[in-house]
């Protein structure tokens, strides 16, 4: 006594499992894999957002910055001896350099950025001792480091 026993697969199913069993055929040739795909999704978010912080920075200091003119500005004053307006001009680059340090710091400068902090705890002192030429020396240093800042690849 045999029994004889017939499973019945509609056509569908199998043409579901021949499909299934190609794509993992694809898959181990190389074709499709979801590793190579989530590894290249974050190598294109990883380029764009360093080119937006670029493209963004350069657009932000295009036209100069507010801490440069602030710079500059003290400079002239100090010149002239007119300290008071050294002074406030000191106050105004204080409040844009906090404004604009956390955006500055990630440009890969972290030595010009420890200097330029320190460049302006010397350069209050200096204005408020009156000294020309040690204001004169550190508004120049910090000039040169805020250019710095601003490249694509800051310089040493």
């Known amino acids: 006594d045999i029994i004889n026993i017939t499973i019945f697969i509609p056509d ?9 069993s190609e794509q993992d055929a694809i898959r181990t040739k190389g074709g499709y894999n ?4 989530i590894s290249l999704l974050i190598a294109v978010i990883v380029i764009v957002i360093f080119s937006l912080f670029f493209v963004i920075q350069f657009t932000f200091y295009e036209n100069g910055s507010p801490v440069l003119s602030d710079l500059e500005r003290i400079t002239e004053c100090s010149e002239q001896d007119n300290w008071e307006q050294a002074a406030e001009a000191f106050e105004r680059l204080k409040a844009h350099w906090g404004r604009q340090e956390y955006f500055l710091s990630f440009n890969y400068a972290e030595a010009d950025f420890s200097l330029f902090t320190s460049n302006l705890a010397s350069l209050r002192s200096a204005i408020q001792t009156r000294s020309k030429s040690d204001t004169a020396i550190l508004t120049g240093s910090s000039i040169e480091l805020l250019k710095n800042f601003v490249k694509l690849v800051p310089g040493p």
């Open 12 to 20: 569908d199913f199998r043409q579901i499992a021949n499909n299934k």
């Open 34 to 37: 979801a590793k190579k795909v």
